[in-house]
């Protein structure tokens, strides 16, 4: 079960719509954003959700850059007495191509930051993760590309893509 989804991303206005903050985009489009209520805690924003009775998953979107969002997760893990396995990370993926999601567990990092950070700080990578896939540039800098906005072609299909990574959070919680 998963008891505590993050949403990777950094923290800043000026990073609210770009490739890396992404994952943070999906809030809005899950079926139960409006029932969320964040408060401040571990150094990041929280809200809970109760899927099933009985049931708590937690949300957590940490306010360290994103190469230090490990720092937040862990005592938020730590505190709630989370195994690895409960735990779901939304990020952006390079390594799939711009629209594609997927829902998959542990894997390799491909040089993400928020990902390394979240694996030392819990000892493993075997948390599952929505991946949102940004693609690679075709050319230029990944750092710039990361930390770019999204191209108008991309922004006309961004809805569909945030709708699409919502339904298969929701999913994989309610599941």
Not at 70 to 79: D, L, N, P, T
Not at 106 to 133: K, Q, T, Y
Request: glycine share 10%; hydrophobic share 40%.
């Amino acid at each position: 079960m998963v008891r505590l989804v993050v949403f990777l991303g950094n923290p800043c206005t000026q990073y609210a719509n770009t490739r890396h903050n992404v994952a943070r985009l999906v809030i809005e489009h899950l079926p139960f954003a409006h029932e969320l209520r964040w408060s401040s805690k571990f150094n990041a924003l929280m809200a809970e959700y109760r899927p099933l009775p009985g049931a708590t998953t937690r949300f957590l979107q940490p306010e360290d850059y994103m190469n230090r969002s490990g720092s937040s997760i862990a005592r938020a893990a730590q505190f709630f007495k989370l195994t690895t396995e409960e735990i779901l990370v939304a990020h952006d993926d390079l390594e799939l191509p711009f629209g594609r999601v997927g829902l998959r567990k542990g894997g390799g990092l491909g040089g993400h930051n928020g990902l390394r950070s979240v694996r030392e700080r819990l000892g493993s990578g075997e948390f599952r993760r929505l991946r949102i896939g940004i693609g690679r540039p075709s050319h230029g800098s990944v750092h710039n590309h990361v930390l770019g906005r999204f191209s108008a072609e991309e922004e006309a299909e961004l809805p569909d893509v945030l709708a699409e990574a919502a339904a298969q959070l929701t999913r994989a919680i309610e599941g």
